[in-house]
């Protein structure tokens, strides 16, 4: 049965690296099923998506054997098994949309992951997520005093044995401790098309501004907020006749495409994080 695989390389760009790599798979009785390739000409920087198929080596023989090329050519790289589903953890507080679509998508099989809890500072979406075979857990959080909530969030995302974490509208900053632990996995939709009106009430923002343009940003978490690499970003055209409600209802579908198609890319490792920025092979 054959082994499928992601293999994923960002590195100083320089002559032969794509001949390298292929003939190496070739040689190893791979086949190149997908290939992503980009050079940044600004930072010398070169970042590489390959899907490969291989009826011969397995994922332990690939790295033993590919490790001489990746220190000739200084790569920073990692090979997944494309045939594993992710475990996702899944974070929300009382607004349901964004979590409503991503479960539709996963119970409808868009989204190629095991979700094995659902998490919220409130009660309101139970029913939603039990309806759908999930754990959820209520965690609340007291203003006064955040610390022993985000341990107990923690805690259940380290027994969910989870890689990846959604933010899919919850609405609490989480703390840099976390952020580290699982920096470049945590992915945040915020309801504005970052940098612009960062914090709460984007959308209120917008309108006070008359802008023309709302949109939403889906994002990895960083212990900056609403700073962190962008994924993905989408827009949707206003006018003066709209309210700020007008602004939210419509800003809605597209937080919840947006937040969509950025945990498919993450899924699917098209996403690769250089600094600040993202190269997205989407």
């Not at 974070?91 to 099989?109: K, N």
């Not at 974490?165 to 996995?185: D, F, K, N, S, T």
């Amino acid at each position: 049965m054959p082994h499928n695989y992601r293999l994923i390389v960002s590195c100083p760009d320089r002559v032969g690296i794509v001949s390298r790599v292929s003939g190496f798979i070739a040689a190893q009785g791979g086949s190149i099923i997908e290939a992503n390739q980009h050079s940044d000409l600004d930072n010398g920087r070169f970042f590489m998506r390959y899907d490969i198929q291989s009826e011969a080596l397995g994922a332990a023989a690939f790295r033993a054997e590919f490790e001489s090329i990746a220190r000739e050519f200084a790569m920073d790289w990692r090979l997944s098994d494309a045939s594993r589903r992710q475990r996702v953890v899944l974070m929300v507080s009382r607004e349901s949309h964004c979590l409503v679509d991503l479960l539709y998508r996963w119970s409808a099989g868009e989204l190629d992951c095991d979700i094995p809890c659902v998490i919220s500072n409130h009660d309101d979406l139970r029913a939603l997520v039990e309806w759908h075979g999930i754990t959820f857990h209520r965690v609340s959080v007291d203003p006064a005093d955040k610390a022993p909530a985000f341990a107990e969030v923690e805690r259940l995302i380290a027994a969910a044995d989870a890689d990846s974490v959604v933010l899919a509208r919850y609405m609490q900053i989480l703390p840099p401790a976390l952020c580290e632990r699982y920096a470049g996995r945590i992915i945040n939709i915020h309801h504005s098309f970052l940098p612009s009106f960062a914090g709460a009430k984007p959308y209120h923002q917008a309108f006070e501004r008359g802008v023309k343009l709302i949109g939403a940003t889906c994002h990895y978490v960083t212990q900056e907020l609403d700073a962190g690499p962008i994924i993905e970003q989408d827009i949707q055209r206003v006018s003066h006749c709209h309210t700020p409600q007008d602004l939210v209802r419509l800003g809605r579908d597209v937080e919840k495409a947006v937040l969509a198609r950025g945990l498919r890319w993450h899924l699917q490792d098209r996403v690769l994080i250089h600094g600040n920025k993202t190269v997205v092979f989407s």
